[in-house]
């Protein structure tokens, strides 16, 4: 396993890497009140399942474009009360005995639509967010050494958002629970998904203190008390903040990530949250598990996983080896 000083990437380096958002344009987000400043592009993948829609758009006074993710939010009971309670009209579409079929325009703040805006996206946001096949790649410990860690040297997502959290520069009135210890400690805050109201939604992270742990691929038995210290204490504190409990929580990696510095995802049972399936989700309790019984489980495993086929990995991948094969 290779040490924490190799996992260190100078801040320079860092940089350089495709999403680096060093390009001069000033931050669209201060003050961001309205899309006067956006003009569509195209759609990059609708999923009507989710009600959700990623749209790419160009942005005034900027040559990056920006990736627009819409999401219709979740009914909550006291969204459902006040819809039925409420100045809510209805436009019938028909009726037909005892069935009715209608339209119905609530009032404006119980109409919001979830945004999340990504500026300046570069090709690889562009990637993440559009539609694509997948194949299933099998990726042993040398394939992890030869190709995997090679290419995150030249393609990984900056994880700047992640530091800005760890070092209270953002997010800060929304951490729900901190430990600070060097080793063990971790935040806990609510992912970038959920929008930290509807319980069957919840949707949290906790981001490790611990500076150069990438992905499971780096854990090993030293780390368990880092991971028993997350699941304890994670769990402890959604219970207390949201009442949900222990039992009604899904903890997981996943593997691959979209960002290398190691975090743990908390959500709801009820919940089908994306990236759960299998070939992405590995339960925190499976990973401790399987470190109790095999110290250096991760760096000997193959780790199965979906790769989508425009990925650039998936030909290194399959110029490296047979180890690839269509879905
Ligand atoms: P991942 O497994 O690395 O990637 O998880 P993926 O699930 O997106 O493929 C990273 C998690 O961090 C995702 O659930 C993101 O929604 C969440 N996330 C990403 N960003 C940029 C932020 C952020 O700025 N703040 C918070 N709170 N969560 C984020």
């Given at each position: 396993m290779s040490s924490d000083a190799d996992h260190h990437e100078p801040e320079a380096k860092r940089a350089k890497t495709e999403d680096s958002n060093n390009t001069g344009d000033a931050d669209i987000h201060l003050d961001l009140k309205d899309f006067a400043k956006f003009k569509f592009g195209e759609v990059l993948k609708e999923d009507p399942v989710r009600k959700t829609l990623a749209l790419k758009a160009t942005v005034d006074g900027s040559t990056d474009p920006a990736v627009v993710f819409l999401e219709k939010s979740a009914f909550t009971e006291e969204c459902g009360k006040k819809i039925l309670e409420s100045d809510t009209t209805l436009k019938q579409t028909f009726h037909n005995d005892i069935y009715g079929s209608y339209t119905g325009f609530p009032q404006q703040e119980l109409n919001g639509v979830k945004v999340t805006i990504i500026h300046p996206a570069t090709g690889k946001h562009i990637a993440k967010f559009s539609a694509k096949e997948s194949i299933i790649v099998n990726e042993t410990p040398q394939l992890y050494k030869d190709v995997l860690l090679e290419h995150l040297k030249e393609s990984a997502f900056n994880v700047q958002w992640v530091y800005n959290i760890l070092e209270h520069r953002s997010e800060q009135e929304r951490i729900v629970c901190e430990d600070a210890d060097p080793e063990t400690g971790f935040v806990l805050v609510p992912d970038l998904k959920w929008d930290g109201e509807s319980l069957e939604s919840l949707y949290l992270q906790a981001l490790v203190h611990?500076?150069?742990?990438?992905?499971?691929?780096?854990?090993?038995?030293?780390h368990l008390p880092l991971l028993r210290n997350i699941h304890d204490k994670g769990c402890e504190a959604i219970e207390k903040k949201y009442g949900v409990p222990a039992s009604e929580l899904r903890v997981y990696f996943h593997y691959?990530?979209?960002?290398?510095h190691l975090h743990v995802h908390f959500t709801s049972v009820q919940f089908d949250a994306p990236g759960t399936h299998v070939g992405k989700a590995h339960f925190l309790s499976t990973v401790i598990n399987n470190l109790e019984l095999v110290p250096d489980y991760y760096q000997r495993a193959t780790l199965t996983y979906y790769l989508p086929r425009s990925d650039p990995l998936a030909d290194k991948l399959r110029r490296a080896t047979d180890g690839v094969s269509a879905e």
């Open positions: 611990r500076r150069g742990l990438r992905s499971i691929r780096d854990l090993t038995a030293d691959q990530p979209s960002y290398y």
